[in-house]
Structures are given as structure tokens and as C-alpha cells.
């Protein structure tokens, strides 16, 4: 019986087929036609003149390293906004209840003025 012949690694094409492209790309094919037209998404090229068309996968995933750095920075800027809004409320507001103290004199009386009861807190 013959021996089956040894397996070879999968080797990835250096083309990106409209299939696969889809399902590497958070796009719709529409969308991909005008982020290309615009000249923000890699052209596509034919392979041959009967052929369907392919992009060239480096290109390809050069633009989804750009996407995940624009929305890394565009989260970090909305993190930082939503910090300094935070320091500002903080600011405006003053320190928070539990904080401050309960009686308007900021003193506290003995234990043994108010026969061990704090005077603050009602029943």
C-alpha cells in the first residue's frame, strides 16, 4: 500500500478573496466600495482578466492594525473625558455626605455629655 504523501503547513494566500474579505472586515461590501472609492481602504486588484477580484492581504490587515489603534485611542480619550467630568462634578459638588461631618458646628461632643449617645443620630 502506498505511503499518503507528507502534509504540508497551510500556507496563506498573499490575496484576500470578496468571501473571506467579508469575514475579516466589520464591513459590508457597500461600505467597503466607498471606504475604497474614498481612498481609505485598500484597492482591490484583478488577478486575471476573467477573474474575480482580490486584495492584497497585508494591505488588508495594515488597515484593521489602523482600526484597532483609532478605536484604542478613540476609548482611551472618551476614558479620560469621563474622568475629568468626574474630577469636575467632584469639584463643583464638595465633598461627598459621608465625609462631612454630622452636626452643622463641626464639633463632636463627649460621650459623656450625652450619656454614651450621639446626639446626631435620631431613633
Known sequence: MPKP???VPH???SFVLR???L?????SMSTIDRLEAEGQFPKRIRLEPTSP???LRREVTG????LAKRRQSAAK???DADDQELVTRLKQSGPPPEDQPANPD???APASATSGRNPDVRR
Open 5 to 7: 504523501p507528507p502534509r
Open 53 to 55: 477580484v482580490a486584495w
Open 63 to 66: 488597515y484593521l492594525r489602523h
Open 11 to 13: 500556507v496563506e494566500s
Open 77 to 79: 480619550e472618551d476614558h
Open 23 to 27: 469575514t475579516l472586515v466589520p464591513h
Open 19 to 21: 468571501a473571506e474579505l
Open 106 to 108: 463641626h464639633q463632636f
